[in-house]
């Protein structure tokens, strides 16, 4: 992900929480998001570069629905502004009045809902064969500004705050089948390793000697470590580093 593009998640978000549309506030918000995409193996490594706030689309508390003629015009506009960029999927936000909130309903997790949209969006499956993009920033007010760091909740999950406000990154990967069925990787158990983290280049799982050309080496010493499981994600969203540990 790149700066740009977290900056722009959280800004989207927080107007459309703190001011809304102007006259109703807590409300969702909605925009495409460019970046890149680069296969290896079975890993895809998927770089979020840009994104837009779709200023027409339907706001509201509990939903949001973006006109697809807005789309198709961002879509085109895109392709002359920076024609290396894919139109990879798009971002929306969840507003919750407070903490207790979102964490008794999971507020961070795609609803049944948008999972439906996001397989049903057939422009954007023809535009990502292999497989668009979803992701969600939740936001909600704290009673006080909290010290903390960034945590990442499971690989596809992230949270942080941000003055009295935390946000939860939630993202989602389409890919097709064996059947050519198009799936999504879920909520939880995801293959999708969210990384906000690409400024540490070295990850605590994987050691690489630069310069010997013989790739990553798993730290047995680390293996199982900190996020277990013992799988590797196949797609990195957002961000670079991917996790090679086996
Ligand atoms: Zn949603």
């Not at 954007?124 to 993009?133: Q, S, T």
């Not at 990967?173 to 280049?201: A, C, I, M, P």
Request: a negative charge; charged letters at 25%; one cysteine or more.
């Amino acid at each position: 992900m790149s700066d740009r593009f977290l900056e722009a998640a959280i800004m989207g978000a927080i107007e459309a929480y703190c001011h809304g549309d102007g006259f109703q506030t807590e409300i969702e918000t909605i925009g495409p998001i460019w970046g890149h995409r680069r296969i290896s193996g079975d890993e895809h490594i998927i770089f979020l570069e840009r994104l837009a706030v779709s200023l027409s689309a339907d706001r509201q508390t509990d939903s949001v629905t973006p006109k697809a003629e807005a789309t198709d015009l961002m879509a085109e506009v895109m392709e002359r502004l920076a024609p290396e960029l894919t139109l990879l999927g798009d971002f929306h936000s969840h507003p919750y009045k407070d903490r207790a909130t979102v964490e008794r309903i999971k507020g961070f997790e795609f609803s049944p809902g948008d999972f439906n949209a996001f397989l049903h969006d057939d422009d954007l499956w023809d535009r990502n064969p292999a497989g668009p993009v979803m992701l969600v920033v939740t936001i909600c007010r704290l009673n006080r500004v909290h010290d903390t760091d960034g945590k990442q909740l499971r690989f596809n999950v992230w949270q942080f705050d941000l003055g009295e406000f935390r946000f939860w990154i939630n993202v989602c990967v389409g890919y097709l089948d064996e059947q050519g069925q198009r799936q999504h990787t879920g909520n939880k158990r995801s293959n999708v390793w969210l990384d906000l983290n690409s400024r540490f280049f070295n990850q605590r799982r994987s050691r690489r000697d630069l310069g010997r050309g013989d790739g990553f080496h798993a730290d047995p010493h680390l293996d199982g470590e900190p996020y277990g499981e013992g799988r590797s994600p196949l797609w990195t969203a957002l961000g670079l580093r991917p996790h090679r540990g086996q």
